[in-house]
């Protein structure tokens, strides 16, 4: 056995073994999911407070639901 075939195959074996302990037979039966939604949401609300508070609000600092300034 070369250098090269050996070097592939502890790859090949370490990689099945961090695919089994992170559960990636299991994960690979999953559903397509979006894990960010929560950016659509506050992108969302910062336009919307920029709508309503356009006199108060600042691109350098901008504001989402649940911190709006209170004048």
Do not use: C
Not at 56 to 68: D, L, M, N, V
């Amino acid at each position: 056995m070369t250098h090269k075939a050996a070097t592939i195959g502890v790859f090949v074996i370490v990689m099945l073994s961090l695919s089994y302990h992170y559960n990636t037979h299991e994960i690979i039966s999953y559903r397509p999911t979006s894990d960010h939604q929560w950016r659509n949401s506050v992108s969302a609300s910062i336009a919307l407070n920029y709508y309503h508070h356009g006199d108060f609000f600042s691109f350098a600092h901008p504001q989402f639901a649940g911190q709006r300034l209170h004048f």
